[in-house]
């Protein structure tokens, strides 16, 4: 049985592409301007860029997303826009992802419309609910170990969470908080389709060795996992 | 001959509504709350609300907007939503205002659509002329007086870039910056339709008697200008 997303995509295509995704983040990248960190992580294997510069101006943003949009494409990866669906739609990314704080779910699902990709953050099973109540075509599940990378998440939540929630919705899953490559094959286990780090890329001195270590973890832990429609 | 903006609306028609428009301003609201603010400034004339809050997550912006989007209409009075197109599209706002750090106006316009207002901030002849191009619906040129409602404002124009850019362009002008009952008249002979305020409104110790007493101040200079249209 094909199932269809929200969005439109088949589960099983996006699961694949969602293996491993890099939010830029000014702050952690030691100076590296936004091109550059995300070109490095993209050689690396990212399959997902997400624009996320809390501090930016709009114009800013659109311009920044704009020279994201086109590198994306150029490496067949997506594009994701943080927070905000007006960017998201005015450089024509692959979709959005919203946390608690931002947009409401279902306003965000209509302002994207059926052809766009919609993440959401959730770091509890009521969260994990709503959100596919509401139109969400991954979860973003964490905090899972502890990080630095933003300052308003919440405690960390183990490994634990990504069973519960796989366990009752068929959401494809994303393990964010303190991803490494060393904890990634417990997380794969744990019910994730794929791993969303910060730090663990950006802030790595060798950007795309980084990116490489764990997006070789991630196949090797889908392929263990039983996981298919790999990329190659 | 009936002009259309591109918003749609007839010219004759948008130019009354824009006879005083109130920004929100959390900084300046001396602890008031946002809904307490629009409302006093409503009953005292104000016929849009401009939906302002830099530092608030953009859940909360719908909160506030979907309240204020309530309040407007019970008074007939049009809601703009600052920045964020995003958020006005999701509250059904009656449209967005951007500035020169904000969405460009020509994607803004995409967004929006061509059944809301765009207005656009133009501090000069060549940005009113880009935003002119770019579809805008009017423009809100300023800042006309030295202000501290706006920390990023330029230096002040005068009145004399209201007739400069009304001597070229036909669009819809709203004075900003540094608005008083006293100097109304001045920015209304120079051109302009209307006027935006922050502080002489809601830094007012009476919000309402401030509004109404620019909304007079409007209300007679467009009639000894010979503008058409008065709302009553
Ligand atoms: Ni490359």
Redesign the interface.
Known sequence: MVELLPCGWKREELMPRLALHVLTDREWSRGRDMQTVAAAALAGGATIIQLRDKQA????L?EEGLALRELTRRHGALLIVN?????A??IEADGAH?G?????VA??R??LGPGRILGVSAGNLAEAEQAVAEGADYLGVGPIYPTRGKADAGPATGPALLQAISARYRVPLVAIGGITAANTPEVIAAGACGVAVITSVVAAEDITAAARAIAEQVRAARAAAGLTGEAT
């Open positions: 101006t709009t114009r800013t659109v927070d905000r669906v007006d960017v739609l005015a919203v608690q704080d931002d947009m409401p306003l965000a209509k302002l």
